[in-house]
C-alpha cells in the first residue's frame, strides 16, 4: 500500500469526521429549545397546573424561535384537531397526532408539549424538532378551545382546538392560519392566557380565553 494512499485515505477520514461534527453541532442548534422558551414553558406549566377555577392567568411566554409550538392535550385523546364549526357542523382543518409514550404524555392523562420545530402538510402539524412534553397529574386538558370567529358570507366560523390547545409560530404557516391563531410569524414574545372552566383548563393566545366541554352551549355536557 503506497504512502499516497495512505496520505489520501487519512485525509478524507478527517473530512468526514469534520463535516459530521460541523453538520451535528447545526442540527442542535437548529433543534435545540432555548433556555429562555424552556423556562417560559415552565411558567406555563405552573400556571396551567395552579389556576383556579373560572379564572384567567396571563403568562409571558417567550416563543424565541421561528417554528416553535405548544400544544396540550386532554386525556385519552388521539390526537389534536383544529376545527372551524359552521351552522352546527365540525370541520377538521388540521390535526397533530398525540405524542408516544416516549415523550411523557401517557394516553390517560393530559399532557402539554414544546416542540422546537414544527411543519405543515396538507393535512397534519408534525413536529420535527425536539418534543419536551409534561404529563400533568391533576389537571384536565380542556375538550375545546375556542380561538376566533370569521365571516365567510353570510355565516360566521368559528375557529377551535378540539381535544386540548395549541400555540404555534411558524412562518411556513399561510396569512390566514396566523390569522386565525392569533399569532403572526414575528411574535416572539407573546401574551398567553391560562382559563379554567368547568374543571377544565385550556390556553389561548387572546384576552377573552374560552374553554368548554360543549363548544355551542360552553357547558358541560
Same mark, same amino acid.
Given at each position: 500500500?503506497?504512502?499516497?494512499?495512505?496520505?489520501?485515505?487519512?485525509?478524507?477520514?478527517?473530512?468526514?469526521?469534520?463535516?459530521?461534527?460541523?453538520?451535528?453541532?447545526?442540527?442542535?442548534?437548529?433543534?435545540?429549545?432555548?433556555?429562555?422558551?424552556?423556562?417560559?414553558?415552565?411558567?406555563?406549566?405552573?400556571?396551567?397546573?395552579?389556576?383556579?377555577?373560572?379564572?384567567?392567568?396571563?403568562?409571558?411566554?417567550?416563543?424565541? #424561535?421561528?417554528?416553535?409550538?405548544?400544544?396540550?392535550?386532554?386525556?385519552?385523546?388521539?390526537?389534536?384537531?383544529?376545527?372551524?364549526?359552521?351552522?352546527?357542523?365540525?370541520?377538521?382543518?388540521?390535526?397533530?397526532?398525540?405524542?408516544?409514550?416516549?415523550?411523557?404524555?401517557?394516553?390517560?392523562?393530559?399532557?402539554?408539549?414544546?416542540?422546537?420545530?414544527?411543519?405543515?402538510?396538507? #393535512?397534519?402539524?408534525?413536529?420535527?424538532?425536539?418534543?419536551?412534553?409534561?404529563?400533568?397529574?391533576?389537571?384536565?386538558?380542556?375538550?375545546?378551545?375556542?380561538?376566533?370567529?370569521?365571516?365567510?358570507?353570510?355565516?360566521?366560523?368559528?375557529?377551535?382546538?378540539?381535544?386540548?390547545?395549541?400555540?404555534?409560530?411558524?412562518?411556513?404557516?399561510?396569512?390566514?392560519?396566523?390569522?386565525?391563531?392569533?399569532?403572526?410569524?414575528?411574535?416572539?414574545?407573546?401574551?398567553?392566557?391560562?382559563? #379554567?372552566?368547568?374543571?377544565?383548563?385550556?390556553?389561548?393566545?387572546?384576552?377573552?380565553?374560552?374553554?368548554?366541554?360543549?363548544?355551542?352551549?360552553?357547558?358541560?355536557?
Amino acid at each position: 500500500m503506497s504512502k499516497g494512499f495512505v496520505t489520501m485515505t487519512i485525509i478524507l477520514l478527517l473530512i468526514g469526521i469534520f463535516l459530521f461534527i460541523t453538520v451535528g453541532e447545526a442540527a442542535v442548534k437548529i433543534f435545540k429549545i432555548t433556555t429562555r422558551t424552556a423556562s417560559s414553558f415552565n411558567t406555563l406549566v405552573s400556571a396551567i397546573e395552579g389556576v383556579e377555577e373560572g379564572s384567567q392567568d396571563p403568562v409571558a411566554f417567550f416563543l424565541d #424561535k421561528d417554528k416553535y409550538a405548544i400544544f396540550g392535550f386532554a386525556p385519552n385523546a388521539d390526537r389534536l384537531e383544529l376545527i372551524f364549526t359552521s351552522q352546527s357542523k365540525e370541520s377538521v382543518v388540521r390535526y397533530l397526532t398525540r405524542p408516544g409514550q416516549e415523550t411523557n404524555c401517557p394516553k390517560e392523562k393530559s399532557c402539554v408539549c414544546l416542540c422546537s420545530e414544527i411543519s405543515l402538510d396538507e #393535512k397534519e402539524f408534525r413536529c420535527t424538532g425536539k418534543m419536551d412534553c409534561r404529563s400533568l397529574e391533576n389537571v384536565i386538558i380542556t375538550d375545546y378551545t375556542s380561538i376566533n370567529e370569521l365571516r365567510q358570507g353570510l355565516n360566521t366560523v368559528t375557529y377551535s382546538w378540539k381535544n386540548g390547545f395549541g400555540i404555534i409560530r411558524s412562518s411556513d404557516l399561510p396569512k390566514l392560519f396566523q390569522q386565525i391563531l392569533k399569532i403572526s410569524s414575528g411574535d416572539n414574545l407573546k401574551a398567553l392566557y391560562v382559563r #379554567k372552566d368547568f374543571g377544565r383548563v385550556g390556553v389561548c393566545p387572546q384576552r377573552n380565553c374560552q374553554v368548554s366541554q360543549n363548544i355551542e352551549l360552553g357547558l358541560p355536557t
